[in-house]
Each structure stands twice: as structure tokens, then as C-alpha cells.
């Protein structure tokens, strides 16, 4: 019934932007916390940035100053704007709703529905 998609992923060389969208269909989406996730070969999925039903934001100290999520109520989507990316940035990055609001916002675990992710590679 729901579905996230995101895209905007791909090749970038370190110092450079890339800006990921997720759409989501079905739901209500203005009222979930959206949450931007990366996973890494090897390594956990992490937590990246959220954006809460106020609008208010939260990131992951790692891309603090660098990454920007925001999102359209209107439009169904949350975005992730990503500069000055660095070689340890490259991962497979996912966007989640946590529906409604309950769990540990920075917890993979608290999230309910995943897109299918899309791949962020950063070359030096």
C-alpha cells in the first residue's frame, strides 16, 4: 500500500553535492517522521538525518554542517542534500517513515517502511 522510491544517487568526486529525493505514495505522509539512512559494505545501517512532523531536524554528527534534509508535505517527499561529500560518505543510502512517531529516532528499528535505496559512490 505504501511505497518509498528514492533516487538521485551516483557517482560524485569528493568535494562535490549530490541531493537524493524519496516519494512516497500512499499514507499520510505529513504526519510521519522521515528518516534518511546509509549502509555501507560490511558495516550496519546508520542513521543519517530526520525530519520530524514539525519540520524540526536532527543529523548524525558525521555529516553535521555538510548533509540537509528537508521535506514537501505537499508533494509526498523528503530530501537529502548532501555537500562537500567525503570518500567515507559512499554507501547505499535509504529513506524510512516512522508511522506514526514512537521509537528512538536515530534507530533503524523505529522505522516502518524502507524504500529500496539508492547508491552513493564518492571517488577521490
Known amino acids: 500500500q505504501v511505497q518509498l522510491v528514492e533516487s538521485g544517487g551516483g557517482l560524485v568526486q569528493a568535494g562535490g553535492s549530490l541531493r537524493l529525493s524519496c516519494a512516497a505514495s500512499?499514507?499520510?505522509?505529513?504526519?510521519?517522521?522521515m528518516g534518511w539512512f546509509r549502509q555501507a559494505p560490511g558495516k550496519e545501517r546508520e542513521f543519517v538525518a530526520n525530519s520530524w512532523t514539525t519540520g524540526a531536524t536532527y543529523y548524525a554528527e558525521s555529516v553535521k554542517g555538510r548533509f540537509t534534509i528537508s521535506r514537501e508535505n505537499a508533494k509526498n517527499t523528503v530530501y537529502l542534500q548532501m555537500d562537500s561529500l567525503k570518500i567515507e560518505d559512499t554507501a547505499v543510502y535509504y529513506c524510512?517513515?516512522?508511522?506514526?512517531?514512537?521509537?528512538?529516532?536515530?534507530?533503524?528499528?523505529?522505522?516502518?517502511?524502507w524504500g529500496q535505496g539508492t547508491q552513493v559512490t564518492v571517488s577521490s
Open positions: 524510512a517513515a516512522d508511522t506514526p512517531p514512537r521509537g528512538i529516532s536515530w534507530n533503524p528499528g523505529s522505522y516502518d517502511i
Open positions: 500512499g499514507g499520510a505522509f505529513s504526519s510521519w517522521r
